[in-house]
């Protein structure tokens, strides 16, 4: 019996020593593929967005000659006030200071409200020209597979290895007009 037994403890340790062989499947991964493009690229390819920087020009000009306007006006009321001034009695003196104080602070406003509407007009043109870029990307990039589209614009992706991705910049364009 104690033969037995110690022939048994024997072949359970000899089996736990020898390893069972695993099978290792390697599955196949797909091989990641991507695309890169200049969306400034093409942003700036849409005849769309010609014309509205023509229209921001435009609006812009239009601003710089009312901005210039109210500057020659208050320009030619100080030069008034510089000649006129010794002989102002003290009260419209002071009426005249204020008032080409007043004139000076409406003229500052008016110039931070100009910045202001024509960075807003700026994004209201630019937007919808955006999304539609961002449309036709996806949509690319679905047709071709891929796994992400990257912007290379701003220096943003120092390095990119092109025989590992597809450029779709000229996709995006031809197809965005």
Known sequence: MAALSASAQTESTTAAAVPTPVVVQQQQQPQLRFGYLSCDSALHALPEYAVAMRN????????????????????????????????????????????????????????????QLLSKAEKDAITPLKKTIQATITRIGQQKGLAFVVNTDGEAMPYLNTMMGVDITEEVIKASK
């Open 56 to 115: 921001l020009k435009d609006l812009r000009a239009k601003y710089d000659a009312e901005m210039k306007r109210v500057e020659d006006e208050f320009n030619s009321k100080y030069e008034l006030f510089l000649e006129g001034q010794k002989d102002f009695a003290p009260s419209i003196r002071q009426k005249r200071q204020a008032e080409l104080q007043e004139l000076m602070e409406k003229n500052m406003a008016f110039k931070k409200e100009a910045q």
